[in-house]
């Protein structure tokens, strides 16, 4: 038998094989060493609602180290390369005129606790600048968005509070509308429409985040809603875990009349990796996010695009993104399809700073603007959970009785005189 040209196949199969090995893993290898440099920063992370769900926020009775039954760890953090991230200050629209301003404190709470836990992992920041000094202090820059309006309850003193807390974002409704927004499942026809997208209140509410210096998100909004904070807002705004509209028609995605105002208005689109809003199903792979990424740079550009994964809020991710560790995977997927190191680099982390930049900027300029202090009326409020302290209200009930005894005594009058 002769062994030569196994031998020399086996060779060939060996070199091909290698080869195979170098170019399969060289994109990899490459979206790593572009993440070194710019670890991802990602809009939106619901590892504060497992802390509460499963712990009740009592963090002595987890080791962010070894829990192992979330898409968020330390160890897959650091795999990850995740450099900045927003953890989101979620409770259910359940709570909404209820206790939903006292358990959001709470999950700020829990945000500012895990920092200082962990201060060798997370860093918890509020500005631009000190992101960029976590990063480079190998910290995971820890941000707070607050999801849902409902948990300011419809209070301009409460999102003031919010802010001096730390929080850097509020999504302007969760899956209910507030007294003065309506959220998305007004486009799915499950809630009725409340105010037409903003009331007036709703936009002073805008302003005054403009104001603060708190970036305004649109995931989770209407439509009419996203295109009234776009017109209102005197800064760029965010969508913090929202994908494409046309390739998954989930009123949860962004439709591309919006993409293009985004565009324009110079905002950001972070893409939510959740399989329901990625494929409009069940099951989903990286490849299909890395089409939200590239549909989304070819209407609103490279500058508009980001990441905003959704970990640990949702209950189905891709194939392939199965938790925090994977972005360099998707980093290498949209490698292959040709994203520069300069678009990545934007994608990762630039735009998001640029619009937090910006966000800054616009609160520095509206410095010699007062505080919003017209409350809400209190009839959109009214509820046994709420007092009317403060507002001068009219008792229309006696009212209306004083003014139906009035016209009794006057029809009394006119007749006596005339008969
Ligand atoms: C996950 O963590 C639990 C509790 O620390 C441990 O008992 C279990 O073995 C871990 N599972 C895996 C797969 O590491
Ligand atoms: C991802 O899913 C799509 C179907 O939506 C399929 O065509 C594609 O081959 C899958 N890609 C990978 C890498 O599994
Ligand atoms: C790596 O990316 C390049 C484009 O930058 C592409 O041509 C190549 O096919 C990719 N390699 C693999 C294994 O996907």
Request: hydrophobic residues 40%.
């Given at each position: 038998m002769n062994t030569k040209y196994p031998m020399a196949l086996l060779g060939l199969l060996t070199i091909l094989g290698c080869e195979l090995l170098t170019v399969v893993s060289s994109n990899k290898t490459e979206a790593l060493r572009i993440m070194e440099n710019a670890p991802v920063i990602d809009g939106h992370n619901d590892l504060p609602?497992?802390?509460?769900?499963?712990?009740?926020?009592?963090l002595n009775e987890v080791n962010l180290h070894t829990l192992n039954d979330t898409h968020t760890n330390i160890p897959k953090l650091r795999e990850g390369r995740v450099g900045g991230q927003f953890w989101a200050a979620y409770v259910p629209c359940e709570?909404?005129?209820?206790?939903?301003?006292?358990?959001?404190?709470?999950?700020?709470?829990?945000?500012?606790?895990?920092?200082?836990?962990?201060?060798?992992?997370?860093?918890?920041?509020?500005?631009?600048?000190?992101?960029?000094?976590?990063?480079?202090?190998?910290?995971?820059?820890?941000?707070?968005?607050?999801?849902?309006?409902?948990?300011?309850?419809?209070?301009?003193?409460?999102?003031?509070t919010f802010y001096h807390l730390g929080v850097r974002y509020m999504t302007l409704t969760h899956s209910c509308n507030t007294p003065w927004a309506d959220n998305w499942l007004v486009d799915t026809g499950s809630d009725p429409a409340?105010?037409?997208?903003?009331?007036?209140?709703?936009?002073?509410?805008i302003l005054e985040m403009n104001r603060l210096g708190m970036m305004v998100d649109l995931a989770h909004v209407s439509a009419k809603t996203m295109k009234d904070a776009l017109e209102v807002s005197k800064a760029p705004v965010i969508f913090s875990h929202s994908s494409a509209y046309k390739l998954c028609a989930s009123a949860r995605n962004v439709q591309d009349d919006?993409?293009?105002?985004?565009?324009?208005?110079?905002?950001?689109?972070?893409?939510?990796?959740y399989n329901d809003y990625v494929t409009c199903s069940s099951k989903a792979n990286l490849s299909n996010v890395a089409d939200h990424f590239d549909y989304i740079k070819n209407i609103a550009g490279y500058e508009s695009v980001g990441f905003g994964g959704d970990y640990d809020g949702v209950p189905r991710v891709p194939e392939g993104l199965e938790d925090v560790s994977k972005y360099p995977d998707l980093v290498a997927e949209l490698i292959r399809r040709g994203w520069t190191q300069v678009e990545l680099e934007a994608a990762l982390k630039d735009n998001l700073l640029r619009v937090f930049t910006e966000v800054e900027q616009t609160s520095l300029q509206m410095s010699s603007e007062k505080p919003k202090e017209v409350p809400i009326n209190y009839q959109e409020i009214k509820?046994?959970?709420?007092?009317?302290?403060?507002?001068?209200?009219?008792?229309?009930?006696?009212?209306?009785?004083?003014?139906?005894?009035?016209?009794?005594?006057?029809?009394?009058?006119?007749?006596?005189?005339?008969?």
């Open positions: 609602w497992q802390l509460l769900s499963k712990f009740n926020n009592q709570t909404q005129g209820k206790d939903a301003v006292k358990r959001t404190l709470e999950q700020i709470d829990v945000v500012h606790r895990m920092c200082e836990a962990y201060p060798d992992t997370f860093l918890c920041v509020d500005t631009a600048q000190d992101i960029a000094t976590a990063i480079r202090a190998k910290r995971v820059a820890s941000l707070i968005g607050v999801e849902g309006g409902h948990s300011i309850d419809s209070s301009l003193g409460v999102l003031r409340k105010s037409n997208g903003l009331s007036e209140f709703g936009k002073n509410i919006v993409l293009r105002i985004v565009k324009e208005k110079k905002g950001l689109v972070m893409v939510n990796f509820s046994d959970c709420h007092t009317s302290y403060g507002y001068k209200l009219v008792d229309t009930s006696a009212a209306a009785h004083l003014h139906a005894a009035k016209g009794l005594l006057l029809m009394c009058l006119v007749y006596t005189l005339f008969h």
